[in-house]
Nanobody, 122 residues
Framework: QVQLVESGGGLVQAGGSLRLSCAASGRTSDTYIMGWFRQAPGKEREFVALITSSGAYLDYGDSVKGRFTISRDRAKNMVYLQMNSLKPEDTAVYYC???????????????WGQGTQVTVSS
């Protein structure tokens, strides 16, 4: 069992930055692929970024490439999402997910956090 807790969301003006954190706990949580997804009202959960357990492979959704950076600290069981040049369309609830065989589909993740709200004003 893996527990995930997101934090760091809030209200920011367009062009600003936020750093989201995801604290993972569980005996083997550091071996999971970790991903960030987001979901806006009335929309499906959208892939944002993922990082493998070693940190050697990263992937990003097209809408955030060049603006967002995912990283992890295995010693602390933490995953981060640095979000720069934020746009109003980035407004959503951001979720952290963990999976053994993960990818860009939320269906491939086994565990989820409760989410953190990010609101970008224009």
């Amino acid at each position: 069992q893996v527990q995930l807790v997101e934090s760091g969301g809030g209200l920011v003006q367009a062009g600003g930055s936020l750093r989201l954190s995801c604290a993972a706990s569980g005996r083997t949580s550091d071996t999971y692929i970790m991903g960030w997804f987001r979901q806006a009202p009335g929309k499906e959960r959208e892939f944002v970024a993922l990082i493998t357990s070693s940190g050697a492979y990263l992937d990003y959704g097209d809408s955030v490439k060049g603006r967002f950076t995912i990283s992890r600290d295995r010693a602390k069981n933490m995953v981060y999402l640095q979000m720069n040049s934020l746009k109003p369309e980035d407004t959503a609830v951001y979720y952290c997910g963990a999976g053994v065989v993960a990818g860009t589909s939320p269906n491939r993740y086994d565990y989820w956090g409760q989410g953190t709200q990010v609101t970008v004003s224009s």
